[in-house]
Each structure stands twice: as structure tokens, then as C-alpha cells.
């Protein structure tokens, strides 16, 4: 065989080589964002077990019986501006108890508290479906689970590189919150940390947002 015989050999082996890399990375790329849209989906109508539009009685079956349950927003002299008194309906405790004449039913916001967080569900108040989920963290050792790659172990610079700008932002004390409208997600932090999140319905084009913040990525 000829010298060039041989380099023309090892010159299609080579090709031949990098081809196969670049399609292996390209399969991995391909595997990696369907994972990724996966996901997506999947925090983009649901948080722990709870889909947006679940009635009542599915929160129930998910979560078991409402521990705590909050009246209406309620103005506040003392406090100036608006509260919801949460009740507690075990009876255990004679300052917090359901009125008598109530159900659990008749509240649009139940509470549950979890080992390491607490987890709130709201209700529409015409369909009495979810409407919103929240998870709350209080303190270090306690910790929301992720959505859309952001839990309570998220710095804000966390909150920025994976979701970007937020649509509005709002100061509370020393509390701070981003809003992003087009995949329902307010993420609210102190200390540049994040402590709560809540899930409510997307607005606007989810499939954009997932083109321009994860489609486009990396990896």
C-alpha cells in the first residue's frame, strides 16, 4: 500500500472519528433539552403533587385534611393594610378555632405544614379549583422543593441566571419579589436568598420563554 493510500486512510478514519463525536454530542444535546421541556411542562401547570385546577376534594386526596385554613383578606387598623386570620381546624387551639358554622370547604386558602416547609393552596373563588401554590421555607434548615431549577437554597444571582429579567419586581420590608409572568412563578427572597415561592397561571407564551431560556442555553 502507498504512503498516500495510508494518509488517505487515516485522514477518512479521522473524519469518520469526529463525525461520530459530533453526532454522539448532538444526540446528548437532543436528550438534554427533551429532559429539559420535560420539565418544563411539567412545573409549568404542577408543584409538589398539585396541578393548577385540582378541585377541593383532590387537594384533600393529595395532602390529606387542611391542617390550618385562612379567612378572607381583612383590613387591619393596627397593622395598616390587609391580613387573613388563619384558623386552625383541629381544636386544639380555643383562639384559632373554625367557627362552628363553617367547613373546611369554605375557605379559599389551606395551609400545610410539612417537615421541611410549608405549603399553601389557593382557590379561585368561583370554580373552587387551585389557583395558586406556594411553598414556604422558615429558615435554613428548612427547604422548598425546585421548580423551574429555583429552591429556597437559590441565591437571587441563582434566580437571575436561570430565569432571567423579571417582568416586575416589589420590595416589602425587608422582603424582596420577582414575578414572571409568561411561566407563573413569583419567587420571593430575603437576604438575596430565596424563602418562598408560588406557582400560579402562566401568562403569555411559555413555549418563547422556553425557547429563549432554555432551548438556547447551554449546555
Given amino acids: 500500500m502507498s504512503g498516500g493510500e495510508q494518509g488517505r486512510r487515516r485522514r477518512g478514519m479521522a473524519v469518520r472519528i469526529i463525525a ?92 400545610y405544614q410539612q417537615d421541611s416547609h410549608r405549603i399553601d393552596v389557593t382557590f379561585d373563588a368561583t370554580k373552587k379549583q387551585v389557583s395558586g401554590i406556594g411553598c414556604y421555607a422558615n429558615g435554613p434548615a428548612q427547604q422548598c422543593p425546585s421548580i423551574f431549577g429555583i429552591d429556597s437554597n437559590s441565591s437571587e444571582d441563582d434566580v437571575l441566571a436561570s430565569l432571567g429579567k423579571a417582568d416586575a419586581y416589589k420590595y416589602e420590608g425587608p422582603s424582596k419579589s420577582y414575578r414572571y409572568d409568561a411561566i407563573g412563578l413569583e419567587v420571593s427572597m430575603e437576604k438575596r436568598r430565596v424563602y418562598m415561592v408560588e406557582k400560579t397561571p402562566p401568562q403569555g407564551s411559555g413555549a418563547r420563554w422556553f425557547f429563549s431560556h432554555r432551548l438556547l442555553s447551554l449546555p
Fill in 20 to 111: 461520530a463525536s459530533a453526532l454522539a454530542t448532538l444526540a446528548a444535546w437532543v436528550w438534554i433539552k427533551v429532559q429539559a421541556y420535560h420539565d418544563f411542562r411539567r412545573d409549568l401547570t404542577s408543584y409538589r403533587g398539585i396541578r393548577l385546577g385540582d378541585t377541593m376534594e383532590e387537594i384533600e386526596y393529595a395532602l390529606g385534611y387542611p391542617p390550618f385554613v385562612l379567612d378572607a383578606p381583612a383590613y387591619d387598623a393596627e397593622m395598616g393594610g390587609y391580613s387573613m386570620r388563619v384558623y386552625q381546624t383541629d381544636n386544639k387551639d380555643p383562639q384559632n378555632l373554625m367557627p362552628a358554622s363553617m367547613k373546611v370547604q369554605d375557605f379559599l386558602g389551606w395551609q
